[in-house]
Each structure stands twice: as structure tokens, then as C-alpha cells.
């Protein structure tokens, strides 16, 4: 059974850091594509980043391209998301998702929600003075 589990949400001063784990089981995150996605109050989710199933692509949103970075740690079976330089409007509630095929290549423009079967509970990211 395909489980993931988020977690390391908090609230942080603008400018600051923080670093969303994601831990699988049932799956290996090294063969499966894994997104983070994210929805503030009133708003869509949004897809912020994603690593692709076959090979180490990643996509990211405008929004927080160079801000955050998206990894895998196979021995740990974990994916994590490192957001720097976070913002007030990055407050929202943040879900990893995973699916089997995850193809990302230059022409990729999202990380579509459609396309990720698997969701975890989510976990709250509050920027904040």
C-alpha cells in the first residue's frame, strides 16, 4: 500500500528556511515520480515542484524556481523540499504526491495534479513575521 507522510511544516520569519520531508512506503521513491504541491486559503492547488520517475528531472513553478529545490534520498525512501528565501504569499498547506510514471522533459510547463495518484495528509507552511 502506497503511503507518504509529510512533515517539517512550521512557521518561519520571511527570508527564512525550511525543509518539507516526504516519507514513502509501499514504493521506492527511486522509481517513482514524486510532486509537492501546495494550497493557500481560497486558492487552487498549485503543483511547486516535481522529480520525475525514470531519471533525476525536476520542474518547478515559477513562483519558487531558485528558491526551492526538490530531492530524493533512496536509502532513506524520502523526498524532501528545501525552501529558502520563503515569502509571505508561500504560506499555504503542502502535499507530496507520487505516481509510477512521471515523465518530465523540457517541453514539461506543470506538475499536474491529474497526474499524481498517491497523496499524503499535507502538513502547514506559515511565513509570517
Known amino acids: 500500500q502506497v503511503q507518504l507522510v509529510e512533515s517539517g511544516g512550521g512557521l518561519v520569519q520571511p527570508g527564512g528556511s525550511l525543509r518539507l520531508s516526504c516519507a514513502a512506503s509501499?514504493?521506492?521513491?527511486?522509481?517513482?515520480?514524486i510532486g509537492w504541491f501546495r494550497q493557500a486559503p481560497g486558492k487552487e492547488r498549485e503543483g511547486v515542484a516535481c522529480i520525475a520517475s525514470a531519471d533525476d528531472n525536476t520542474f518547478y513553478s515559477r513562483s519558487v524556481k531558485g528558491r526551492f529545490r526538490i530531492s530524493r534520498d533512496n536509502a532513506a525512501n524520502t523526498v524532501y523540499l528545501q525552501m529558502n528565501s520563503l515569502k509571505p504569499e508561500d504560506t499555504a498547506f503542502y502535499y507530496c504526491a507520487a505516481d509510477w510514471w512521471i515523465p518530465i522533459t523540457r517541453a514539461t510547463t506543470a506538475c499536474e495534479e491529474a497526474d499524481f495518484r498517491s497523496w499524503g495528509q499535507g502538513t502547514q507552511v506559515t511565513v509570517s513575521s
Open positions: 509501499g514504493f521506492s521513491v527511486s522509481t517513482y515520480g
